[in-house]
């Protein structure tokens, strides 16, 4: 399919149709598919395709009051809501989930930004578990402010996870009891680093402050692994995600000047 799905920080999921003879001075136009009336006032934040299922799942956050988050998924054909699971409430500690993965079962990982966590959801949106560990907290308390955030999953049956203030990625092996390992980076640290897309298995790319994109590489298993390669993007937004389509990289560049128009600033990362 030649288009880009994104989300929105008023909530909701918008989808980019990229037409054949398109050239760069056109402005492409987003198309709202998803929007909740039950859901106003959140914000739609990361979101994973599980093309095997034909779904798309979105995590849900009360972005400012962190008092709400949840994962929703949709169909891809119809876009009707399969399912809306509530992760924590007004009555939990703050939370806000930020992002999403999905491994090959169909279950869900979800990030909890704002209180160090991950929620495993299951295939039909029940809450099967959360995961908690020390190297999910930082010892200075001010990097713990932006915690867990952008997630991918290996096909080799692990999850890795970017710490945004702590700038470190870790390894979440599903198949020793979700054991979770510091993996040792050379030519850190990924400060501010935010959405995680994988290009091989062995190849990361980071969408993060600035430079925007850092394209991170590792030979055995991502035990250890090294920034290769750095992307500089326009200098008044931030990436916030990465996404790759046709072998290329893209970054989005949502926050920054121009907020809070929907516009999203998608820039090929060129490797």
């Known amino acids: ?123 039909d949106g029940e809450i099967l578990s959360t995961l908690t560990n020390p190297l999910f907290t930082p010892k200075e308390w001010y990097k713990s402010l932006a915690g867990l955030s952008g997630i991918v999953y290996h096909p080799d049956g692990y999850l890795i996870v970017i710490h945004t203030l702590g700038g470190y990625l870790l390894k979440i092996d599903l198949a020793k009891g979700d054991e979770v390992k510091l993996i040792e980076l050379a030519g850190g640290p990924l400060s501010f680093g935010d959405g995680l897309e994988l290009i091989s298995p062995t190849k990361l790319v980071v969408a993060a402050g600035n430079p925007s994109g850092r394209l991170v590489e590792s030979t055995d298993g991502w035990e250890t692994a090294s920034v290769v390669a750095k992307f500089k993007g326009p200098m008044h937004r931030f990436a916030t995600a990465a996404t790759v389509k046709d072998g290329k990289v893209y970054l989005n560049h949502m926050v920054g000047m121009g907020y809070p128009k929907k516009t999203h600033a998608l820039v090929e990362f060129v490797l």
Not at 35 to 56: F, I, M, V, Y
């Open 1 to 123: 399919s030649r288009s880009f799905l994104v989300t929105f920080l008023e909530g909701g999921v918008g989808e980019i149709h990229v037409p054949q003879n398109y050239t760069r001075d056109v402005v492409l136009k987003e198309v709202t598919v998803v929007k909740d009336s039950d859901l106003t006032g959140n914000a739609s934040l990361g979101l994973a395709l599980d093309r095997p299922r034909n779904r798309l799942l979105v995590a849900v956050a009360d972005m400012f009051g962190n008092r709400y988050s949840a994962l929703a998924a949709y169909d891809l054909s119809t876009w009707k809501r399969l399912f809306l699971t509530k992760l924590s409430g007004s009555g939990d500690e703050k939370s806000l989930a930020d992002d999403v993965a999905v491994d090959a079962d169909g279950n869900a990982y979800v990030t909890d930004v704002k209180g160090s966590k991950l929620w495993k959801v299951g295939v």
